[in-house]
């Protein structure tokens, strides 16, 4: 199982902005789809982005043109820049590994999660 582990979440006003971080183990980081998800209180987890092991990204529609994923193979890390931030950004957002040459979100391995706040 690849370890994750989370960083960059805080709390910020509306509009403002946030980098997450998450670190992942293991050997075949670059063939993984990577992702982030998040969970609002009272609110299932969603799938916010995901970066595939090609570099190509896709978006839930309720972060498109603010959020951006990326990810650097060589630090085996991907990150989240999160841009105009809204109230409605508050969760905890968690990093997700996919398998081993797989496209699929997600895996079997999950971060520790990272508080996002929003002020109004």
């Known amino acids: 199982q690849v370890q994750l582990v989370e960083s960059g979440g805080g709390l910020v006003q509306a509009g403002g902005s946030l980098r997450l971080s998450c670190a992942a183990s293991?050997?075949?980081?670059?063939?993984?789809?990577m992702g982030w998800y998040r969970q609002a209180p009272g609110k299932q987890r969603e799938l916010v982005a995901r970066?595939?092991?090609?570099?190509?990204?896709n978006y839930a529609d309720f972060v498109q043109g603010r959020f951006t994923i990326s990810r650097d193979n060589a630090k085996k890390t991907v990150y989240l820049q999160m841009n105009s931030l809204k109230p409605e950004d508050t969760a905890v957002y968690f990093c997700?590994?996919?398998?081993?040459?797989?496209?699929?979100?997600?895996?079997?391995?999950w971060g520790q999660g990272t508080q996002v706040t929003v002020s109004p």
């Open positions: 997700a590994a996919g398998r081993p040459y797989s496209d699929y979100l997600p895996g079997n391995s």
């Open positions: 293991g050997s075949l980081f670059s063939t993984h789809a």
């Open positions: 970066i595939r092991a090609s570099g190509s990204t």
